[in-house]
Structure formats: structure tokens, C-alpha cells
């Protein structure tokens, strides 16, 4: 295979560096190579920005189908899985970019303990991925980002350098925080090989506690009822009644549901019964809870089959957690004014909203126009991110000089081009 | 060093009353709360953000190195200017702009007091939760730059994580603003890069926090345990049952008489360590723990373990803590404090390594550190007058962050490396670990106007970080 204006054979390059069964051709052109190792990611990166050939990375696919990427080489993380450290005692694992989050919460779920990112389909989304993507689960409620836990991470410069930042230690503040920076930057600036985190101890036991609305405005209440409480919950999830209808087909009315998933003891779950009051119509547990929150995490991406060009566009929306009930009442008229589908849910208390457009073919220029109106309306109030897109923020970042000083410190040949930021 | 001309500029800028360069008065900005000393050519107290930004473009047309101050309680020698240096003090920027409860968000100048922060939302029910040992004189802007931690980052995280916007002003004078209340940011994280980046990459001059809710109860227990093998060991096994704390301090015996005789806290004085534990939450849940967390430590051979009655009792414990460095400042002219970091399970290893470094150089080490997440203070006391003192006791530290780290740890948790630690970055990071890290300090401070000599180490370096080439520290230190 010879990439577009270059005189080499890129594949046998990349063979000699992965080995033979590592590298294949793309139907659409270029070559998919697998590295083994960071060493041979390192070696694939320093020679396609020597060639000036381009590189997207790509974990499970989940947020952008690997088959998107135009770039010369996709460079497949998934040969790199292997467990860097683990010692349960010291609630810390250390690995591979290409591991999935099923793979990584199974192994650490042996020792009653939870790795909190919780990204949508996570038998497909690799630690990378989510780091890459800053994606997050209803966990974000309690849990925080994925920039709270983790604690470390080796990658490759656009470059070819390989790089560190922090360490295996839940805290740690030697050097510049990379993490940070690599966090949510899209595989435009490196390759992340392996990651670090810290980890939680396993709830004993759970329960889920529903309560119905008819409108957004009462459940936003009920919502802050409970931020005013002593209550934490794990989870506190908002969901409109299409996004419920989406979840659960066979469910016909047609309220707002908050749900609440507490942890703790039965004299924990008792009070948490008895602080949310008679507003409760239904409680959780087992396996009808374990259904509802996987429903929740997979929202918008479940069999939406992400090669399918009708698959629906989702925004992921972080608004002040006061303007939430605004937001919501602007998307709910602009669904109305414009006749497409929308349809909601969202970590509410920290102010999280994923906005669901059902039809992509129709939506594309209706969610323009919805990203419109939340600007003119709410200012740096929201940021959004739009998944699956070339250029994830539709609203471009204030800091554009900024992110290019740091992409020419890292990628300076734009050999990481797999999203087009800038 | 700026010239009279460039002076007078300096004080056209902030006004009159509001530079220093009399010998008397810069001696009060010579040091920080570490070892190192070096005297700046003038401090200046800027009121406004746009004043800061006048003096960055100065100091990069006259080319004299400036430097951000909070409160000077730093321990790793970040606020110490080079010779010839401008130090920025930011104690006239010191108010709380914007307090916004409804969504959880302060916005304040960085020269406001941690302590008073929390203060002023606490009628709110609301708090800060960084809350380093100085947090009564520290500032939210020196936290910022360090990347401040304090006993309860068990639980809640570090500064980082309770920052979500920032106006910056940068090298070039530009003034830029990153995040802001939002949870998530748009573009790179730029507001996560810079808090840590301790002085070198911008001079922050708005910070907007994350506030918490105050818990419904706190439960504060002391562990009392014969040997500091037992108390360390104890550490693990009540992560290991499930619980976290919102705090987990050790003290050794040693240090907790010191403590004990300086501040009456109510620590026992023949025990061989004590735990300070703090669980927080919801009434049951805070019971429930505190039973776990006593039946841990009795199954760990605790000789007692005492809760605090009431407020006054839990702030009599905390207090013992949260002044102990001064107390030892009672039996020693002064003390190095390290701040290295091992895996939990490693606590019992490193503080006997600790134990033999004390005997092999002759020096007094007490411990007292947040042992919840493995982050030591050993604390070593010497007499500054003596020069071989000084020497042996950075020997000492070294010794011991290079164990941290053959252990898996780091060589800070919370301090920063600043001038203290550069030379050790070596031990974590590789020449290209650190290569990488320079050219994202060069994509902005390539002239090192902002706070050389920091950070990046002096030595094993292929390539040193650019700009002024004379760079004072550096040289007097000899290296």
C-alpha cells in the first residue's frame, strides 16, 4: 500500500515494526497496524511523522467508528492490555490503553472494588477511548470525572516521544499534569498506551429509588431538594419521558422520572426512604436495577449501530446546574418548533445533560441549529460536545491559541489528524 | 536585575505604595516555608488583573525573571525568585469575588486565604475541601500553583480537583480564561494543566472553585497503638474492609510528645503511634463505619481507641495535627519536610527504611503524615548554622524519596518540586518524560521569564529550559 503522495511502501514499513500479522490494508485505502507495545507505537509515530503520513487512533470504536477515520494509518490500540500493576490493597491498577472497561472492572470487581468510569457499551470502549474521549456514565454523579481518578499515563507524542505524567500513587504533583491534558483531547496530541487509576471499594448493596413528574420544572425541584440533603447518592439521573420511552418501549406514560441509586447498609437505605418522602413510586434492586442503569449507560448508543448513517446524534451538554431546568425547557421548544425527536437524560446535579436527535439524515441540520440557539441563549453558561463528530466541539473553544501552542509542542507535523480541531 | 528605570515603571504600574526594594523589607521575601533562601530586587503587590498583565510584559521587554507569591508558606521553594528577580505578591488581591451557591461555585482573586474561604460559605453550609496544614495562612493561589492537598484529600481529591475555571495571565501579558463553572470544559483541559504548574506557564489571577456541602456528621476517632508497626499495618486493612475515610493521619510516638507538650491536644504520651481517623457522611453511616473502623484497629492490636466527644474535642485533635511541624519547631532550630509518596500497602517497609536512614545519619526524624494515601511527611531536624547538618539531611531526604520511589511512589504528593526537588524529578521521569514536559514549558515560557529554576531538574537533562542562560539560583547553588 502507498499512501497518497508517498513514494514507499507504507504496510512493509509498518510490518517490520509489528510484525506481519499486524498491519492490513483498509479497504478505503491506507493501512491498520496494530503496535504491540508503546516501543512499537513509538516506532509507527516517529516514522508516519518522518513521512508525513497521518495517524488516527482508535480503541472500540464506540465513539467513532474506526472506519471513519481518513487518515493514512489507523493505529489499533488493541494488542495493548496488559495489567501494569494491580495490588488490591492498595486500590491502584495500572493498564493497557487497549483493555476494555469490562475487562478492567471484572479483574477488579474479584476484590469487591469498582473502577468508576463507566462509558457507554463498555465491552467494546477500551481505556483509551474513554480517557481520549472524557466520556462519562451516570456514575459521574458520584464518582467524578475520569479526570478525578486517574492518577497516571504513558503515551507517545505525535512526534514519536514517548511520554509520562504522574505516576502509580493516588497522590502525586512531580511534573506537569499530563493527564489532564491528554484527557478529552481526542487522540490529537498522543497516543495514550497505558493508564493509571485509582480505584473504590465495591458498594455492599444498592438500591434505586424512581420518582415520576409530570414536567421537567417538578423533578429539577425534587432534584434540589436532594442537593440541599445530607443524602450523596451514587447516581442522580434525570429522564424524559422519550428518552424512557427509547429505554423501555412497552412504558406508555408519559412523565419525568429522577432516579436515585443510593449505597450502603439497610439502615442507610432506610433513611435515604425516608428523606425522599412519599414522592417515591418505585424501588430497585438486583437485577431490575443492574437492567435500568446498563439501559441508562448505553442511552443513544445501544443498536444504534454507529456505521448505520441514520444513527442518531448525541450531545453531550454541561450546563450550570442552576440553568438546567432552562435548558431543558429551550430544547423541549426547539424539539417542538423544528419536529425533530429530542429526547433527554442526564447526571442533573452536576449539571450533565446527554440531548438524544432520533434522526441523524434529518437532525444534522436541526442539532445545528438547537447548538445555535443554546449559545445565543445561555453563553458560557453550556459547554457541548457533539460524539462521533470530526470536530467534536461545535462550539469552538475560547482558547483555539492556546490548544495550538500545545499541539505544535506535541505534534508539531499534525501527524495526529484523525479529528480536525482546528 | 531591573533597573531604576525599569523600577520606576514597575511603580508606575501598581502606584506608589505598593513596591518594595529597601533591603529591610525584601528580607521578608527571601524565603518560604522551606530551606532554601534567595533575596528578590523588589516585590510588588498588584491589585488587578490587568496590572499583572502590564508587569509580565514588562519584565519580558526588560528581561528580568518575576515570580507569583501567595503567602510564602510553600515548602518546596517555589515563591523564592532568582537574584535579580521580580516577585509578584498577591496579598492586595485577596477578595472572594462571587460566591454562587446554587451552583456550587466560588470565584476568588488568588490571594484570598484558604481558611477564609471556607469561612465565608460555611453560614451556606458549604466548604472548600482542600485544606493543606497552613490552610489557616495559605493562599488559594499558591494551592493553585502547587497543587495543594491537605488530610482530607482522602475523600475529596487534591486542589485540581475542585478547580474549574481560571484567568490566567500568560507569558506574552495576554490574559486568558479557561473552564469556568461548568463541569466539563470545551477544547483541552487547560484549567487541569495549569493548576500544578507551579508558576511556570501562567500567573493565575481568578480561580472559580468547586464548594461541598457540609457532611450531616463527622466522626473523629484516635487510634492508639503500641508500636508504629501496628498503626502503619492498620492503615491498609481499613481500606481493605471497605471504608474510606475522609481522613487518615499518623503520628509516631515520638512526635506526638513534641506535639503534645506544644499544643495539649489530649494525645497519650507513652503510645508508639496514634491514628487520626475521620469518617463523614450520613448519621448511619458515619456509626456504622466507626465501629468498623474500631473493630480494624483492636484486630490490629490497637491498644484504645478514643472519639471525640464533641466539636471542641475533634478540633483539639486536629489541632495537635495541624500544628505539628511547629511543635517540633521546639526542639530543633529548624526542619526539612519531605513529602514522599508510597503505595499504601508499602507504609510499614518505608517508615522502618526511615527508622535505619535516622540511625545511619545520626539525624531525629519524626513522622507525621496522611497515611490514608501513603503521602509522608518525615520530618528531619537540624541546625541550619551547621553546613554539614545541611548536607546530611539532604542526603537523608534524598535517600528517602529514591526508596519512595524504587517502591512505586513519588517523590511529592503535595508540595511540589519547585527548587527543592528538581535535581530528584530523575528518579520518576525519563530525559524524554521530561523533554516532552519542557516543550510544553517552552510552548509558553520559552524566555523562562516565569519562574526559572524551577521544576525541571539541572542536571541529566539533554537539554536545559531555554532563556536566560544566567540564571543566579542556579549558580550560586553550584548546580
Not at chain 2, 448 to 477: D, H, Y
Request: hydrophobic share 40%; proline share 5%; with cysteine.
Amino acid at each position: 500500500v502507498s499512501a497518497p503522495g508517498v513514494s514507499l511502501d507504507v504496510a512493509r514499513e509498518l510490518r517490520s515494526i509489528c510484525g506481519h500479522d499486524n498491519v492490513a490494508e483498509r479497504p478505503v485505502g491506507g493501512v491498520y497496524v496494530c503496535p504491540g507495545s508503546t516501543e512499537e507505537v513509538a516506532e509507527v509515530l516517529t516514522f508516519a511523522n518522518e513521512h508525513h503520513l497521518s495517524i488516527g487512533p482508535a480503541g472500540g470504536s464506540t465513539e467513532r467508528s474506526a472506519a471513519e477515520l481518513r487518515t493514512d494509518i489507523v493505529l489499533h490500540t488493541n494488542r495493548l492490555t496488559e495489567v501494569e500493576h494491580y495490588d488490591h490493597g492498595d486500590l491502584t491498577v495500572g493498564i493497557g490503553a487497549g483493555a476494555t472497561v469490562a475487562q478492567l472492572n471484572l479483574m477488579v470487581g474479584a476484590d469487591r472494588l469498582l473502577f468508576a468510569g463507566d462509558p457507554p457499551m463498555p465491552d467494546r470502549c477500551t481505556v483509551g477511548g474513554l480517557l481520549a474521549t472524557a466520556v462519562y456514565g451516570p456514575l459521574r454523579h458520584g464518582y467524578g470525572a475520569v479526570r478525578d481518578y486517574c492518577i497516571g499515563v504513558r503515551f507517545v507524542t505525535g512526534d514519536g516521544r514517548r511520554g509520562k505524567g504522574g505516576g502509580r500513587v493516588v497522590k502525586n504533583v512531580a511534573g506537569y499534569d499530563l493527564m489532564k491534558l491528554l484527557i478529552g483531547s481526542y487522540g490529537t496530541l498522543a497516543v495514550i498506551t497505558s493508564a493509571s487509576f485509582k480505584l473504590f471499594p465495591s458498594p455492599r448493596q444498592t438500591k434505586t429509588f424512581l420518582a415520576e413528574f409530570a414536567t421537567a420544572n417538578e423533578a429539577l425541584q425534587f432534584r434540589d431538594r436532594i442537593l440541599r440533603s445530607p443524602l450523596s447518592p451514587v447516581c442522580l439521573e434525570l429522564v424524559s419521558p422519550g428518552a424512557r420511552k427509547l429505554m423501555r418501549p412497552e412504558m406508555t406514560s408519559d412523565t419525568w422520572v429522577m432516579c436515585v441509586r443510593a449505597a450502603g447498609s439497610d439502615a442507610v437505605l432506610t433513611r435515604y426512604q425516608k428523606e425522599l418522602g412519599s414522592v417515591i413510586t418505585r424501588e430497585l434492586e438486583g437485577d431490575s436495577e443492574q437492567r435500568m442503569w446498563r439501559a441508562i449507560q448505553n442511552f443513544g448508543y445501544a443498536g444504534d449501530g454507529r456505521d448505520d448513517a441514520r444513527a442518531p446524534e448525541l450531545i453531550y451538554l454541561s450546563v450550570w446546574p442552576r440553568e438546567v431546568p432552562d435548558v431543558v425547557d429551550t430544547l423541549l421548544k426547539q424539539s417542538a418548533l423544528s419536529g425533530v425527536d429530542v429526547s433527554l437524560i442526564g447526571r442533573v446535579g452536576v449539571g450533565l445533560l446527554l440531548v438524544r436527535v432520533a434522526d441523524k439524515e434529518a437532525g444534522t441540520a436541526a442539532i445545528h441549529k438547537l447548538i445555535v440557539v443554546l449559545e445565543r441563549v445561555f453563553g458560557d453558561k453550556i459547554t457541548l460536545k457533539l460524539r462521533g463528530a470530526v470536530n467534536p466541539w461545535p462550539i469552538p473553544p475560547t482558547n483555539l491559541a492556546s490548544m495550538r501552542a500545545i499541539k505544535q509542542a506535541l505534534d508539531p507535523n499534525n501527524t495526529l489528524r484523525g479529528r480536525n480541531i482546528f | 536585575m531591573p533597573s531604576p528605570a525599569v523600577l520606576a515603571q514597575l511603580r508606575k504600574i501598581v502606584g506608589l505604595d505598593a513596591l518594595l526594594d529597601r533591603p529591610e523589607d525584601l528580607m521578608l521575601y527571601e524565603y518560604d516555608g522551606g530551606v532554601r533562601k534567595c533575596t528578590p530586587a523588589a516585590v510588588v503587590f498588584p491589585q488587578e488583573t490587568r496590572q499583572v498583565a502590564q508587569i509580565m510584559k514588562l519584565a519580558g521587554s526588560a528581561g528580568f525573571p518575576i515570580v507569583a507569591r501567595g503567602a510564602g508558606t510553600g515548602l518546596s521553594g517555589g515563591a523564592i525568585a532568582p537574584e535579580g528577580g521580580v516577585v509578584i505578591a498577591f496579598a492586595r488581591m485577596n477578595r472572594i469575588l462571587e460566591v454562587d451557591a446554587g451552583n456550587m461555585r466560588a470565584v476568588v482573586q488568588p490571594g484570598v486565604v484558604n481558611q477564609q474561604l471556607s469561612d465565608s460559605v460555611a453560614h451556606l453550609g458549604l466548604y472548600f475541601a482542600p485544606d493543606p496544614s497552613s490552610q489557616k495562612a495559605c493562599t488559594i493561589g499558591g494551592n493553585v500553583a502547587e497543587n495543594s492537598g491537605g488530610p482530607h484529600t482522602l475523600a475529596y481529591g487534591v486542589t485540581v480537583n475542585h478547580v474549574t475555571g481560571l484567568t490566567v495571565v500568560m507569558p506574552s501579558g495576554e490574559i486568558l480564561r479557561f473552564g469556568g463553572k461548568a463541569a466539563e470544559c470545551t477544547g483541552y483541559d487547560l484549567t487541569g494543566f495549569l493548576v500544578g504548574s507551579e508558576g511556570t506557564i501562567g500567573i493565575v489571577t481568578e480561580i472559580t472553585v468547586r464548594l461541598l456541602r457540609r457532611p450531616e456528621n463527622i466522626a473523629t476517632l484516635l487510634g492508639i497503638f503500641e508500636t508504629i508497626d501496628d498503626g502503619a499495618k492498620t492503615v491498609s486493612a481499613i481500606t481493605a474492609a471497605g471504608i474510606t475515610p475522609a481522613a487518615l493521619e499518623m503520628l509516631d510516638g515520638w512526635t506526638l510528645r513534641a506535639v503534645e507538650a506544644a499544643c495539649h491536644a489530649g494525645y497519650p504520651l507513652d503510645a508508639g503511634a496514634v491514628l487520626l481517623i475521620e469518617l463523614e457522611g450520613l448519621a448511619e453511616q458515619v456509626e456504622e463505619q466507626a465501629e468498623a473502623v474500631r473493630e480494624v484497629c483492636f484486630q490490629q492490636k490497637a491498644r484504645e481507641v478514643r472519639r471525640a466527644k464533641d466539636e471542641n474535642e475533634r478540633g483539639l485533635l486536629w489541632k495537635g495535627r495541624k500544628n505539628a511541624f511547629a511543635a517540633l519547631g521546639r526542639l530543633a532550630p529548624s526542619y526539612y519536610s519531605q513529602d514522599g509518596v508510597v503505595p499504601r500497602t508499602k507504609i510499614p517497609a518505608v517508615l522502618q527504611f526511615i527508622e535505619g536512614i535516622s540511625q545511619k545519619y545520626g539525624l531525629r526524624i519524626g513522622n507525621i503524615f496522611h497515611a490514608g494515601d501513603g503521602n509522608l511527611h518525615p520530618l528531619i531536624l537540624f541546625d541550619p548554622r551547621d553546613p554539614h547538618q545541611l548536607e546530611l539531611v539532604q542526603a537523608a531526604g534524598a535517600e528517602i524519596l529514591e526508596r519512595c520511589v524504587e517502591m512505586g511512589g513519588s517523590i511529592t504528593g503535595e508540595h511540589g518540586v519547585g527548587l527543592e526537588k528538581r535535581n530528584l524529578m530523575p528518579l520518576l521521569f525519563t530525559d524524554d518524560d521530561l523533554d516532552v514536559m519542557l516543550s510544553l514549558h517552552n510552548a509558553f515560557n520559552a524566555a523562562a521569564v516565569l519562574n526559572p529554576g524551577k521544576l525541571f531538574p539541572t542536571t541529566r537533562m539533554c537539554r536545559e529550559t531555554s532563556g536566560p542562560s544566567t540564571n543566579p539560583v542556579l549558580q550560586a547553588e553550584g548546580m
